[in-house]
């Protein structure tokens, strides 16, 4: 059965000056650019700090990310939301170190997670994870989120999306997670890009609830494992969950039945799979995307994880 860890009180995030961050990050040289579907824009740099928590003299490497506010009331808002951030720890969370909050300047930092975001690996030029780092990685982020609804009992927004899921060196996922002003949410109703992860419901609302969450991990694991994107991801969607109703059909042979899954993998993976945990793996997702009244809770989607990841 899936874990989901207590949270563990941390220390209180140390407070940086820009002098600092601006010389640990060599005048601020950009790493990546994040436009947010809430509007925001969060600009990443590369860095490194005194480890404070060594007997020796030692640097580590962080991350640090500036976000563009638009008065000085909105940094002094963001001030005192940030202090709350290294409030727990769990392993699939990405842990907060700092901040640093002058000179019109709104910066976090955080550990560094050297092999970058979930969607570089799926996306981008980088080696093809395998069918078991898949499965590993879906464990991580469920984990995450299950932990996430269990501490604060609300929905993760637009914080749970692929830019926001770093791998560490063993591939572990770890969310990064800023708890979102719900003020700047209520009533809205635009969002740039991403329209492929919402659920039906927010559609036609406009709110989020937890089984929103849940309906955007299954949308998730679609791209984790079919390696497209966008809008290319609901004729797969499309095609499992006709599928599924085509699996209740126990006339067909078994070399049907596998086709209706295997052609929606990502064809990267070869084949190097095993066959009874992708047909799973499909279900889950079809679960997670349906009726937001019949969809699994996140615990539920971690202990059926948790089976897939047993299949040889």
């Not at 824009?41 to 506010?69: A, H």
């Not at 063993?170 to 635009?190: G, H, I, P, V, W």
């Amino acid at each position: 059965m899936g874990n989901v860890l207590k949270p563990l009180i941390e220390d209180p995030l140390k407070v940086f000056s820009v002098t600092e961050l601006k010389k640990a990050t060599k005048n601020f040289k950009k790493d990546r650019v994040v436009k947010g579907e809430d509007g925001s824009v969060r600009t990443f740099y590369k860095g490194s700090i005194d480890d404070t928590t060594s007997r020796t003299k030692t640097r580590i490497s962080v991350s640090v990310m500036e976000c563009v506010q638009d008065s000085l009331e909105a940094i002094e808002a963001w001030k005192e939301e940030v202090k709350s951030l290294g409030k727990h720890s769990h392993p699939n969370l990405v842990k907060f170190l700092g901040y640093c909050c002058e000179d019109k300047k709104s910066l976090l930092v955080f550990e560094c997670l050297h092999k970058g975001t979930l969607d570089h690996y799926i996306h981008g030029k980088n080696e093809v994870l395998s069918w078991a780092t898949r499965v590993k990685i879906a464990i991580g982020i469920a984990q995450g989120v299950a932990f996430l609804h269990s501490i604060n009992n609300s929905s993760l927004y637009f914080e749970l999306r692929m830019h926001n899921i770093m791998l560490d060196e063993e591939y572990n996922a770890k969310l990064f997670y800023l708890e979102t002003d719900l003020k700047c949410l209520e009533n809205e109703l635009t969002v740039v890009s991403g329209i492929e992860y919402m659920s039906p419901e927010w559609l036609w609302t406009g709110r989020f609830e937890m089984d929103s969450d849940v309906f955007t991990f299954g949308m998730i694991l679609l791209e984790l494992f079919t390696g497209l994107k966008d809008r290319a991801l609901l004729p797969p969607l499309i095609a499992l969950r006709d599928g599924s109703k085509k699996l209740e059909d126990e006339s067909l042979d078994i070399r049907t039945r596998l086709f209706l899954f295997n052609e929606v993998i990502d064809p990267r993976l070869e084949g190097d799979y095993p066959v009874a945990a992708v047909m799973q793996m499909g279900t889950l997702i079809q679960r997670c995307t349906e009726d937001r009244h019949t969809r699994p809770s996140m615990q539920q989607v971690l202990d059926v994880l948790d089976h897939i990841a047993e299949i040889h």
